[in-house]
């Protein structure tokens, strides 16, 4: 009989990353063990999405102040209310910190599927004016692979989370395999053929690329359309771990899934150069427990995966583990978003959608493409969609009385049509996680100290979303055009990457061109950690592609003995 | 499918803590027992909900239960501060009653009533509001939510499909016929 604490590989995180990793290395015949920080889900118990408000105390109403107290972070995120807050790590037992003047939200989950449970489905492929931007203008290091090298990984991965979206041949967001798309209000195709040709072609509305399917696909049911996705999926229509890639990995027979084990160090081998396995602590009981693999993957989002490297300190690395070239923990990222504009449409008061589309629009990055923006460099895409308006206008409306309770049961709102940006942020050495050796979790452990701020690239990209927005909706027809300048500070897109990033040498980076650690083969980083630029897409599909794509070439070198 | 879905398998789907926390909160009667607000409180805001959402050939705001949900957020949701300011600005809406009609709300004729509804509902879009506005404001985004998210509104009123099983995006709207 083996021995229960030795495997071949060992995955940590359950995530999005996790579970991918999980099933591409079990499918490959490695006997594998998943460590998940957090506990179990069992979507017939624990998923929601079906709760209505008058099933809950308070309706999922207001400014949340019964929860504050103990999710004083996570609270401020859309989808931690009255209703999904279980999905949502306690603050006081996972603290963190940053600099007074340099706020950063770190919004969490802990628990089987990470935040593949709560995610927003958006996967965009990246293209080549991605992966050769840090090269192009200097900021960063160039990118080891390009479009080319990772192109089959997103087939490989679409084809089987399935993603709705529609091709549009651009090339600086390249088409998927999509499933057939979700439609678009009439609203929203007016609005995309007016800026079309207000802008002769440049910037392009189409329907979001979603992780959420649009009928059957690899044994899950299509959407039902109920709306609320960040609070879980009983049919599984939108790709999660949960729901895809840990059962794939389970029916092979060569998954062990260990809840409640929080990785407090990766141990290594200074003699051989090796990582030989993780030390974990037992979150219920508080006990520490070695397992030991053939090879490591660090799939614990983004700044957990930093963390660990950093807290793993040895003769050879005293300053964090796999961290000779210095890099380790800086050119960190998250896109800054939500400045926009929103806009009154008119001509479609007849018309109203049926169902609640879990999906919004996206316009393709149109700055920097063709030509060179005078204030900026990269650029940004935009979400939104147009919707009608419904009781809860109610709140502030003038009126009262029967007339006032009928127009608010029987007649809609004005259509809107809302369109926001998400922008790439330019990677730079002192956004960077460090360790807060004063602060640790529930286990022990100590904390990530996370120091990012919004420089001038990023302020003045922000000014022109609020800009090109507004355009847009003045070409669509809008009236009663309202400029948001949100100001989000830095965490609040949830689309924290880099800190380990993918370089061309190993004096440039901490992993090479397949997530592999320059100073320890056998150890990948496939989660967030690694990318060495933010672009503006959604970045979660390039993680899961660089992940099955690292899973095959660990395999590979296993196989040659090699690793 | 759809039926079971909307039927049973949804409802299957509440957490049993979620479900007897609802229980607690629908149990409440109009006229039953409050936890925070005293009766002559709780019998001027179901005055004022009854004259946002009064009854018709749908339910008023007290008939679907706002007032027990009110003082569920009064006593369970507001931290003390908030509920303090809540309270002292329902009280101050009484005193308005007096400054402007002669008496305490609930006293009044319907007709005075109404002018003291009117009144506080013109002036709450303003900015700089005093406690009688204040009050009225948050009473109602109280009701109008407590109202429109109850079971009875949610499922025999508006006819929320939980399970909707499609997306159309473009579906006409009848004309209202002229009664």
Redesign the interface.
Known sequence: MSNPHEFDAIVVGSGITGGWAAKELTERGLRTLVLEAGGPIDP?????E??????????A??DR??FRGTQPIQSDCYACDEIGRKFFVNDLENPYSHPEDAPFSWFRGRHVGGRSNTWGRQVYRWSDLDFEANARDGHGNDWPIRYADIAPWYSHVERFIGVSGAPEGLSQLPDGEFLPP?????A?RFARERIHKAFGGERVMTIGRAAILTKDHNGRAA????GPCERGC?THSYFSSLGSTLPAAAATGKLTLRPHSVVAELLFDTARSRVTGVRVVDATSGRDTEYTGRVVFLCASAFESVRLLLNSKSSRFPEGLANSSGTLGRYAMDHHFGSGAVGTMHGF?????????PNGIYIARFRNVRSQHPAFLRGYGIQGGASRKD??R???M?????E???S???E?GPWTLGTHGWGETLPHADNRVTIDASTKDKSGIPAAHISIRWRENEKAMEQDMVTSAAEMLDAAGCSDITLQSVHNPPGYCIHEMGGARMSRAPSEGVLNAYNQAWDAPNLFVTDGACMASSACQNPSITYMALTARACDHAVTLMRRAEL | MQSLWQGGLATLLVPGAVAGAWRAVAATPADAPTRTLTSPQARLIALLADAILPRSDTPSATDVGVIGWIDAVATDYFSSVQRSDFLDCIGAIDEHAVSIGGGRLESLPAGVVAGVVTSLDSACRRKNLSPAERGYALLKELVVFGYFTSEPVQKNVLQVPIVPGRFDPSVPIPTPVAK
Request: with cysteine; hydrophobic share 30%.
């Open positions: 017939a118990r624990d998923y929601v079906h709760v209505q408000p008058y099933q809950v105390p308070f309706r109403w207001g102040t019964p979700m439609p678009m209000t009439d929203e959407c039902h359309y109920c009983i008061d007849d018309r109203k959608a049926f169902g609640r589309r009781w809860r109610g709140a502030t003038a009126g009262y009385g029967a006032f309770k009928q608010l049961i029987s809609h």
